[in-house]
């Protein structure tokens, strides 16, 4: 280095030298001492551990394999199983053990039906594993085909049948707008989950509760160390881990209810949500036509799919919660309650209704469903006759942004936070809206309708009923959820999961409330009720409310062509109701789509799944 | 007609022991390669290319005076630190960003601070009275922490050690008390839990699954058990070279870079785990030697801890394979694939063989 002659004035190079030499020292010493513990980390690996780690045969090795976890039963609230774990079998190859894969599938198929979709779908799958791990080939064995490879397995050498639990929705197409299914890992799944843990799972929840809840259903991986001989036979475990299960689920969904309501909508296509109001837990979810989950478990078919896609009434559209409709006369209750807290009316405020409503200085009649009118109507009696002048005017005096702002609270226009993928979220007109999205100004007759529901409120099945669900809780709003307990492995008892609460309503004066319910059970009970046909021989109290949807467009997709709609002019009937009046215990929104009038068509599907809820209930254990 | 040679030229300078070591070490290497690839002739070409470019480096750096790398000491490591804040801002890499795009070649900053630290503390502390005063230990200490903090934050938290390490053992040798040691160890030791919170999610995932692998067997943890699967079947001989089982067929992750240790261990068992160990405990044995030959303080100061960096990379790797530390990126010195620390450590070689050959003009 270079000479700083003056500064090394005070440096004593030669105490330096030896500071130097003896730090060396110390350094090699270190090292050496480091060097030799390392050393012997290595013995203790390689002669006394080595036992651990060595094979039998110099061809076997030793591997880590991964232990699946179970994954979690999901149960229905009585404790019925909605999806369970069944024995099955599944054929699979490891490629690198393989020779020539092409002739192998061929003799394979001589004793195991393999089409060209199992064999694409394995080719795909081929790039996302490494060479030595198992491949599905084909799932779900019969029995016939696993005793014919049994026999025969020794002329296969990297192919083998294995045991596997698959997935079974015993209730098949009642559930699986609930539930979802499993299917395939894919290569987006595969991208998206921690690779570790998923490295044995070859299934995952896709939609549904199965996707929303997947890290619960699934557990966490185990693994077992093994020795393996040339083909990849396990000899010996070595050391293992065991798995820990997925989480069992229980869903707030009765199934009694569930098919109460599936049957009472009968061919027709539609929806039935019902909730509980005092906790915010779906009871019911139905939309139908639905399909059965079970056949893509196992992987469906490009044909059996099509079939699925050729189905009238689309069965993969998940009506209950992204079915868009127009609310009709069963925003009415809400509108009114509007009006009542806004101070725009009072309970006694009279309106008459002559047939024809008209904005002052426009020729254009806005009709009461009854040609000559019901004369004087106070808000209940407007309800229990679904007087539409009485709501013409109000929602004129409201205007559409009043309307907007309080109908909001309600969970009308936004998604209602659900448990499960794939909400939609209605529409819930305004101004700010209309500017926006259409680039246009509001026009005063669309407030006129828009105070029936009409025009451009769009709601979902899920929203009407949670909204109500509000509506009698006094303004309380949870949001809606399907998950009602959770046992994770090795609990003894179920975890009961609340409903998050997503707000309350402001209630200016609880009477405002009760008056609306109050028409609400006129609707049913009143004598000019526009639903007392329902009440007949109920052992419980219902208030409701009918509604009417006219069909226009079914949703953003424009579900239906221009031809069907032809054929399907009749309106969409719609119900609302809650019981028992005293203390509700169910709220349900029922949509038949061209049903034609709410009360003929929607109405009695909701007796049939207000029957079975009510009629039944004992008590709310979880017993899964 | 006589030929005038510029004296820097001349006959090379190099150590042959260091050299022989040297060769022994990668020449083994390029065979366990030849292994650890799967055969694959081409892999083995390249590192051979890229040691020899090292060997190369090596070769070039030995020609050059002593005194001419202490002038340059100073501007090496400043543009060493301004290439590092140019990397945390321009810097290219996924998930950390380690690598400067130059265009034609694409390099790693923080492996010029491997060298440029123990440079610049030993250049910094020459001219000091030593054992160094507690100011010059803590201009030391700045001078090595700025650089290791950078490359921490890349996040590198295997070459950010090999850094800090390196400064360290300038300081070490160059006679820091054991009291003043003790303390900054035990402060080392109490800021453990401190540096926590500025680890990236990946990092500390890796001490948890370092800590108890079992916790994540098929993901992180996979490679630590697999690894000690390889190195355990090994025995005390080995499987012999090409028949390792275990270390083949992609059971181990990365086996022909940071791993590769774990081949070495089952293909040659404990035999050959020990005698690789002894070459490199005689290439650390001999460094330190040719320090204390030296009398120029700076020279010695930095060839020792170059020495010593060596047993640091060691140590890690082995210790990683063995399962005993986290994974943390230390590849095993001259052996695993890859040429930037290759360069880096002959390089190091280079500058210990200047100085070495050209002692007896220094006195």
């Given at each position: 280095?270079?000479?700083?002659?003056?500064?090394?004035?005070?440096?004593?190079?030669?105490?330096?030298?030896?500071?130097?030499?003896?730090?060396?020292?110390?350094?090699?010493?270190?090292?050496?001492?480091?060097?030799?513990?390392?050393?012997?980390?290595?013995?203790?690996?390689?002669?006394?551990?080595?036992?651990?780690?060595?094979?039998?045969?110099?061809?076997?090795?030793?591997?880590?394999?991964?232990?699946?976890?179970?994954r979690g039963l999901i149960y229905d609230r009585?404790g019925r199983v909605i999806a369970e774990n069944?024995?099955?079998?599944?054929?699979?190859?490891?490629?690198?053990?393989?020779?020539?894969?092409?002739?192998?599938?061929?003799?394979?198929?001589?004793?195991?039906?393999?089409?060209?979709?199992?064999?694409?779908?394995?080719?795909?799958?081929?790039?996302?594993?490494?060479?030595?791990?198992?491949?599905?080939?084909?799932?779900?064995?019969?029995?016939?085909?696993?005793?014919?490879?049994?026999?025969?397995?020794?002329?296969?050498?990297?192919?083998?049948?294995?045991?596997?639990?698959?997935r079974n929705y015993p209730y098949?197409?009642?559930l699986?707008?609930v539930l979802g299914y499993v299917?395939?890992?894919?290569?987006?799944?595969?991208?998206?989950?921690?690779?570790?843990?998923?490295?044995?799972?070859?299934?995952?929840g896709?939609?549904g509760i199965e996707?929303f809840r997947?890290?619960e259903l699934?557990?966490?991986?185990?693994?077992?160390?093994?020795?393996?001989?040339?083909?990849?036979?396990?000899?010996?475990?070595?050391?293992?881990?065991?798995?820990?299960?997925g989480t069992d689920l229980v869903l707030?969904i009765?199934v009694?209810?569930?098919?109460?309501?599936?049957?009472?909508?009968?061919?027709?296509?539609?929806?039935?949500?019902?909730?509980?109001?005092?906790?915010?837990?779906?009871?019911?979810?139905?939309?139908?036509?639905?399909?059965?989950?079970?056949?893509?478990?196992?992987?469906?078919?490009?044909?059996?799919?099509?079939?699925?896609?050729?189905?009238?009434?689309?069965?993969?559209?998940?009506?209950?919660?992204?079915?868009?409709?127009?609310?009709?006369?069963?925003?009415?209750?809400?509108?009114?309650?509007?009006?009542?807290?806004?101070?725009?009316?009072?309970?006694?405020?009279?309106?008459?209704?002559?047939?024809?409503?008209?904005?002052?200085?426009?020729?254009?009649?806005?009709?009461?469903?009854?040609?000559?009118?019901?004369?004087?109507?106070?808000?209940?009696?407007?309800?229990?006759?679904?007087?539409?002048?009485?709501?013409?005017?109000?929602?004129?005096?409201?205007?559409?942004?009043?309307?907007?702002?309080?109908?909001?609270?309600?969970?009308?226009?936004?998604?209602?936070?659900?448990?499960?993928?794939?909400?939609?979220?209605?529409?819930?007109?305004?101004?700010?809206?209309?500017?926006?999205?259409?680039?246009?100004?509001?026009?005063?007759?669309?407030?006129?309708?828009?105070?029936?529901?009409?025009?451009?409120?769009?709601?979902?099945?899920?929203?009407?009923?949670?909204?109500?669900?509000?509506?009698?809780?006094?303004?309380?709003?949870?949001?809606?959820?399907l998950l009602y307990a959770t046992k994770?492995?090795?609990?003894?008892?179920?975890?009961?999961?609340?409903?998050?609460?997503?707000?309350?309503?402001?209630?200016?004066?609880?009477?405002?409330?009760?008056?609306?319910?109050?028409?609400?059970?006129?609707?049913?009970?009143?004598?000019?009720?526009?639903?007392?046909?329902?009440?007949?021989?109920?052992?419980?109290?219902?208030?409701?409310?009918?509604?009417?949807?006219?069909?226009?467009?079914?949703?953003?997709?424009?579900?239906?062509?221009?031809?069907?709609?032809?054929?399907?002019?009749?309106?969409?009937?719609?119900?609302?109701?809650?019981?028992?009046?005293?203390?509700?215990?169910?709220?349900?929104?029922?949509?038949?789509?061209?049903?034609?009038?709410?009360?003929?068509?929607?109405?009695?599907?909701?007796?049939?799944?207000?029957?079975?809820?009510?009629?039944?209930?004992?008590?709310?254990?979880?017993?899964p | 007609?006589?030929?005038?040679?510029?004296?820097?030229?001349?006959?090379?300078?190099?150590?042959?022991?260091?050299?022989?070591?040297?060769?022994?070490?990668?020449?083994?290497?390029?065979?366990?390669?030849?292994?650890?690839?799967?055969?694959?002739?081409?892999?083995?070409?390249?590192?051979?290319?890229?040691?020899?470019?090292?060997?190369?480096?090596?070769?070039?750096?030995?020609?050059?005076?002593?005194?001419?790398?202490?002038?340059?000491?100073?501007?090496?490591?400043?543009?060493?630190?301004?290439?590092?804040?140019?990397?945390?801002?321009?810097?290219?890499?996924?998930?950390?960003?380690?690598?400067?795009?130059?265009?034609?070649?694409?390099?790693?900053?923080?492996?010029?601070?491997?060298?440029?630290?123990?440079?610049?503390?030993?250049?910094?502390?020459?001219?000091?009275?030593?054992?160094?005063?507690?100011?010059?230990?803590?201009?030391?200490?700045?001078?090595?922490?700025?650089?290791?903090?950078?490359?921490?934050?890349?996040?590198?938290?295997?070459?950010?050690?090999?850094?800090?390490?390196?400064?360290?053992?300038?300081?070490?040798?160059?006679?820091?008390?054991?009291?003043?040691?003790?303390?900054?160890?035990?402060?080392?030791?109490?800021?453990?839990?401190?540096?926590?919170?500025?680890?990236?999610?990946?990092?500390?995932?890796?001490?948890?699954?370092?800590?108890?692998?079992?916790?994540?067997?098929?993901?992180?943890?996979?490679?630590?058990?697999?690894?000690?699967?390889?190195?355990?079947?090994?025995?005390?001989?080995?499987?012999?070279?090409?028949?390792?089982?275990?270390?083949?067929?992609?059971?181990?992750?990365?086996?022909?870079?940071?791993?590769?240790?774990?081949?070495?261990?089952?293909?040659?068992?404990?035999?050959?785990?020990?005698?690789?160990?002894?070459?490199?405990?005689?290439?650390?044995?001999?460094?330190?030697?040719?320090?204390?030959?030296?009398?120029?303080?700076?020279?010695?100061?930095?060839?020792?801890?170059?020495?010593?960096?060596?047993?640091?990379?060691?140590?890690?790797?082995?210790?990683?394979?063995?399962?005993?530390?986290?994974?943390?990126?230390?590849?095993?010195?001259?052996?695993?694939?890859?040429?930037?620390?290759?360069?880096?450590?002959?390089?190091?070689?280079?500058?210990?063989?200047?100085?070495?050959?050209?002692?007896?003009?220094?006195?």
């Amino acid at each position: 280095m270079i000479n700083y002659a003056n500064e090394q004035a005070m440096k004593d190079p030669r105490e330096e030298q030896l500071l130097f030499e003896s730090r060396a020292r110390a350094g090699f010493f270190v090292v050496v001492i480091c060097m030799l513990g390392l050393l012997g980390r290595y013995f203790w690996l390689q002669v006394t551990a080595h036992q651990q780690f060595s094979t039998r045969s110099e061809s076997n090795r030793v591997s880590v394999r991964p232990v699946v976890p179970n994954r979690g039963l999901i149960y229905d609230r009585r404790g019925r199983v909605i999806a369970e774990n069944l024995p099955a079998y599944r054929l699979e190859i490891v490629a690198e053990k393989v020779q020539q894969l092409e002739p192998l599938l061929d003799e394979l198929a001589t004793l195991i039906e393999l089409n060209d979709e199992h064999r694409n779908s394995f080719n795909k799958s081929r790039r996302h594993y490494r060479v030595f791990d198992p491949i599905p080939l084909k799932l779900n064995l019969s029995e016939q085909e696993v005793a014919r490879f049994a026999v025969n397995r020794h002329r296969f050498k990297g192919a083998d049948v294995v045991p596997y639990l698959s997935r079974n929705y015993p209730y098949g197409e009642l559930l699986t707008h609930v539930l979802g299914y499993v299917g395939r890992l894919d290569e987006r799944d595969i991208a998206r989950v921690d690779q570790g843990n998923y490295r044995g799972t070859r299934i995952i929840g896709k939609i549904g509760i199965e996707q929303f809840r997947e890290t619960e259903l699934h557990g966490t991986s185990g693994y077992e160390q093994v020795e393996t001989n040339v083909s990849g036979r396990v000899l010996r475990v070595l050391d293992r881990q065991d798995a820990i299960p997925g989480t069992d689920l229980v869903l707030s969904i009765d199934v009694a209810v569930q098919r109460a309501a599936w049957d009472g909508l009968g061919e027709r296509p539609g929806s039935v949500v019902a909730i509980d109001p005092t906790d915010g837990s779906i009871i019911a979810l139905v939309s139908k036509p639905a399909y059965d989950p079970n056949a893509f478990v196992h992987g469906i078919s490009q044909q059996a799919y099509q079939a699925i896609l050729d189905t009238p009434g689309r069965p993969l559209f998940n009506r209950a919660l992204k079915g868009g409709y127009e609310p009709g006369s069963t925003l009415k209750p809400f509108v009114g309650l509007a009006g009542l807290e806004l101070d725009l009316i009072n309970t006694q405020t009279r309106v008459y209704s002559s047939g024809s409503f008209y904005i002052d200085g426009y020729s254009r009649p806005y009709r009461d469903w009854k040609e000559e009118g019901h004369g004087w109507v106070t808000l209940e009696s407007a309800l229990e006759q679904s007087v539409n002048t009485y709501f013409y005017q109000l929602a004129m005096e409201m205007g559409i942004d009043r309307m907007h702002d309080y109908l909001s609270q309600f969970g009308f226009g936004s998604l209602t936070g659900v448990d499960v993928p794939g909400e939609g979220a209605g529409l819930l007109p305004s101004r700010q809206w209309k500017r926006a999205a259409r680039d246009e100004p509001w026009y005063p007759g669309e407030t006129v309708i828009a105070g029936i529901g009409q025009g451009f409120n769009v709601v979902t099945p899920l929203q009407l009923a949670n909204a109500l669900a509000v509506l009698i809780n006094g303004g309380k709003r949870y949001e809606p959820r399907l998950l009602y307990a959770t046992k994770a492995a090795g609990i003894e008892r179920a975890q009961r999961v609340r409903a998050p609460l997503a707000m309350q309503i402001p209630v200016k004066e609880a009477g405002d409330w009760q008056a609306v319910l109050e028409g609400m059970d006129r609707v049913v009970n009143g004598v000019r009720g526009t639903a007392t046909g329902i009440a007949v021989d109920a052992r419980y109290r219902t208030a409701g409310k009918t509604g009417t949807a006219q069909v226009y467009q079914l949703n953003e997709d424009g579900e239906y062509n221009e031809a069907d709609v032809a054929q399907h002019l009749r309106d969409h009937a719609l119900f609302i109701a809650f019981a028992p009046v005293e203390v509700p215990r169910i709220a349900i929104a029922v949509i038949v789509e061209h049903g034609g009038t709410g009360s003929k068509a929607a109405a009695p599907v909701a007796r049939a799944t207000l029957d079975a809820w009510l009629d039944q209930e004992t008590g709310m254990e979880v017993q899964p | 007609m006589k030929i005038r040679v510029p004296p820097w030229l001349g006959t090379p300078r190099l150590d042959p022991v260091l050299l022989g070591l040297l060769l022994l070490v990668m020449g083994f290497g390029l065979v366990v390669m030849y292994s650890a690839s799967g055969q694959d002739m081409a892999t083995v070409n390249r590192q051979a290319i890229r040691l020899g470019v090292g060997l190369l480096v090596m070769l070039v750096i030995s020609q050059v005076p002593p005194h001419i790398l202490s002038i340059w000491t100073p501007w090496i490591y400043v543009f060493g630190v301004v290439l590092l804040l140019a990397t945390w801002v321009f810097g290219v890499g996924r998930g950390a960003q380690r690598w400067l795009d130059l265009g034609i070649i694409r390099f790693q900053p923080s492996e010029v601070m491997k060298l440029a630290v123990p440079m610049m503390i030993a250049w910094y502390l020459h001219p000091r009275v030593l054992p160094p005063a507690l100011k010059s230990v803590f201009v030391s200490l700045a001078i090595l922490m700025v650089p290791s903090v950078l490359v921490a934050r890349q996040p590198d938290l295997g070459t950010a050690l090999l850094v800090a390490a390196s400064g360290g053992f300038t300081l070490f040798l160059a006679g820091l008390r054991w009291r003043t040691l003790v303390v900054f160890a035990g402060t080392l030791m109490a800021a453990i839990p401190l540096v926590w919170p500025f680890l990236k999610e990946y990092q500390r995932d890796r001490l948890r699954i370092f800590l108890n692998p079992e916790v994540d067997p098929l993901g992180d943890g996979w490679n630590i058990i697999q690894s000690k699967i390889a190195v355990g079947s090994g025995g005390v001989t080995g499987k012999g070279w090409l028949n390792g089982t275990q270390s083949h067929l992609e059971f181990i992750p990365e086996h022909h870079t940071d791993f590769v240790l774990a081949v070495i261990s089952e293909e040659f068992g404990l035999i050959g785990v020990a005698l690789l160990l002894m070459v490199y405990v005689l290439l650390i044995g001999r460094g330190l030697f040719i320090a204390s030959l030296v009398r120029d303080t700076g020279s010695r100061l930095l060839v020792g801890s170059l020495s010593l960096t060596l047993f640091v990379y060691v140590l890690v790797n082995g210790a990683m394979v063995a399962g005993i530390l986290p994974v943390v990126g230390v590849p095993l010195p001259l052996i695993s694939y890859g040429g930037t620390s290759a360069v880096t450590l002959l390089a190091g070689f280079g500058m210990m063989m200047s100085i070495y050959g050209h002692r007896k003009f220094i006195s």
